[in-house]
């Protein structure tokens, strides 16, 4: 083994994925704290139903996730939704750039 493809072996690593994962981790913490201002019942279904598909919004657009939720939960704050929570998000994702 020449020393140039030992460090090329060196290069690659587990601990680059950890901070995306805990970032990722931290979303979902948050949605699930977000939704459990409107009803800590729906907030358990929709993390179980649709939590993978929050996830995959976050990989797809962090920036855009952080976004919605902000919103989401600004909204859960101030009573403006009615019926569904994650139903309000998914709107939120079509409408917000």
Same mark, same amino acid.
């Given at each position: 083994? &020449?020393? =140039?493809? &030992? @460090? =090329?072996?060196? &290069?690659?690593?587990?601990?680059?994925?950890?901070?995306?994962?805990? #970032?990722?981790?931290?979303?979902?913490?948050?949605?699930?704290?977000?939704?459990?201002?409107?009803?800590? %019942? =729906?907030?358990?279904?929709?993390?179980?139903?649709?939590?993978?598909?929050?996830? @995959?919004?976050?990989?797809?657009?962090?920036?855009? #996730?952080?976004?919605?939720? %902000?919103?989401?939960?600004?909204?859960?704050?101030?009573?403006?939704?009615?019926? @569904?929570? %994650? #139903? #309000?998000?998914?709107?939120?994702?079509?409408?917000?750039?």
């Amino acid at each position: 083994m &020449t020393p =140039q493809s &030992t @460090n =090329q072996h060196l &290069t690659f690593s587990g601990s680059t994925r950890e901070q995306p994962r805990d #970032a990722e981790r931290d979303f979902l913490e948050d949605l699930r704290t977000a939704l459990s201002g409107f009803s800590p %019942g =729906q907030a358990t279904a929709e993390m179980e139903n649709w939590g993978g598909w929050w996830r @995959n919004r976050f990989r797809e657009d962090p920036a855009k #996730a952080r976004r919605v939720l %902000g919103e989401l939960a600004s909204m859960i704050r101030e009573r403006k939704i009615r019926r @569904n929570a %994650g #139903a #309000a998000g998914l709107d939120l994702w079509k409408r917000l750039p």
